[in-house]
């Protein structure tokens, strides 16, 4: 079943970062910001035309939003550990590998008791 509500967030979170109020959103897809509010939230599905406005206006792919319903998102997983490792400092990478390698670990634990 599709999570209207996490991709609602997602289009939120990619607004929020590219500083468009919901109402510029709402002007560049063409549709009122009512609309907009409801799509964020998950209690409105969005046609694939104020779908593709989104996905134009924020400058992101469909993967970005959908990868959690995907089946093969490996490769969009990918490029947003690298989008968000890029401004890492040594220290912080450290870190962030520990923890990966942590919790791969676990994760393998129990996939195979």
């Given at each position: 079943?599709?999570?209207y509500?996490t991709?609602?967030?997602?289009?939120r979170k990619f607004?929020i970062?590219?500083n468009?109020?919901?109402?510029?959103?709402?002007?560049l897809c063409?549709?009122?910001?009512?609309h907009?509010s409801?799509?964020e939230t998950?209690?409105?599905?969005p046609?694939?035309?104020?779908?593709?406005a989104i996905l134009?206006?924020?400058?992101?792919?469909?993967?970005?939003l959908l990868c959690d319903?995907?089946?093969n998102?490996?490769?969009t997983?990918k490029?947003?550990?690298?989008?968000?490792?890029?401004?890492?400092?040594?220290?912080?990478?450290?870190?962030?590998?520990?923890?990966i390698?942590?919790?791969?670990?676990s994760?393998?634990?129990?996939?195979f008791?």
């Open positions: 079943m599709i999570d509500k991709i609602g967030g997602k289009i607004r970062a590219r468009l109020s919901q109402e510029k959103l709402a002007e063409d549709v009122g910001t009512t907009i409801h799509i998950g209690n409105c599905i046609s694939l035309k104020v779908f593709i134009n206006a924020l400058s992101c792919s469909a993967d970005q319903e995907l089946d998102a490996e490769l997983y490029a947003e550990i690298c989008n968000l490792l890029e401004d890492c400092s040594s220290h912080e990478l450290m870190i962030i590998t520990n923890t390698q942590a919790l791969k670990t994760l393998r634990k129990k996939e008791p």
